[in-house]
């Protein structure tokens, strides 16, 4: 063979091997870029940090966030100490400003309440409070049971009525309070997040009333039209019907006499008699006639 041809031909193959390998690490370094996202320095927490929790500096970290950098995430740690938080946030979760109270609002429940919204604090026992099971952030029904004023209408009994539905739970939990003798007694609280109208017809009804709270699906916002059940209907099996209505009695009003016909003025009528003179040659004589009643003013 031809020395020259098997020179040619190795040449041929170092290069074409030389090229497949220069081809072969540009894709894999390629592939490699594509395969390993750019990673970002953001702000994560440090623990599990709970609703009303006030940020301090160690309860935060830097770390790196490989993607996208979430909408609104913390980059400085002098943007999120001091300020509440208003949604529960895990260990190694970027900090969020949707989750955060605005600054100077502080900590606590307070902050956690919007704007416009009050939070009312209803006593609740085990069984009204779902055996623990109505925790924040949960979605319930408030029912009430008691007589209405003035007894019972028909003799129907205790009734029971849904008051407000879908009503948010801000906290769960027991307060301690002191019975009668000064004795401490744990008493189990929920804090329900309600408008100021609510707020005013759940602290009427927890002075006369017993409350019931009906746990519900988040999901479920439909406000269902209820009418109530009666002790009665309990025992008899028929629905109830509540009473209707009664139409308010229409005010009768007063009939205002018409105004007085102004009486016309009488005048007086005065007849002025005719007189007619007749004259014959150097004679002359007058004749009187009774002439037409005429008006004097």
Known sequence: ???RFVSVLLFAFIVAGGSSLLLYRLISSRMTALASPATSQVLLAARN???GTL????????????????RGAALKKEDVVGRGVLANIYEGEPVVESRLAARG?????????????????VHVN??????????????????????P???SRNNLGMLTKTILQNIAVLSAGQ???????GKPVSVQVVNLLVTPEQAEVLSLASQ????????????????????????SSLFSGQPFEPAPRARPKPVMKAAVAPPPIPVAEVKERVTIPITVEVIHGSRKSATNFAGDPEVKP
């Open 1 to 3: 063979m031809n020395k």
């Open 49 to 51: 940090l709970e609703v």
């Open 55 to 70: 940020i301090r500096e160690t309860d935060l970290k830097t770390g790196d966030w490989m993607g996208a950098v979430p």
């Open 105 to 121: 609002a502080g900590a606590g429940l307070a902050a956690t309440i919007p704007e416009g919204m009050r939070a009312v604090a």
């Open 126 to 147: 085990e069984v009204v409070g779902l055996a623990g099971f109505v925790v924040p952030g949960m979605r319930v029904d408030v029912i009430i049971s008691g007589n």
């Open 149 to 151: 004023p003035g007894g």
């Open 175 to 181: 307060n301690i309070q002191k019975d009668a003798e």
């Open 208 to 231: 006369e009333t017993r409350i019931q709270l009906v746990l519900r699906n988040p999901l479920d916002t439909n406000v269902a039209k209820t009418s109530g059940t009666a002790m």
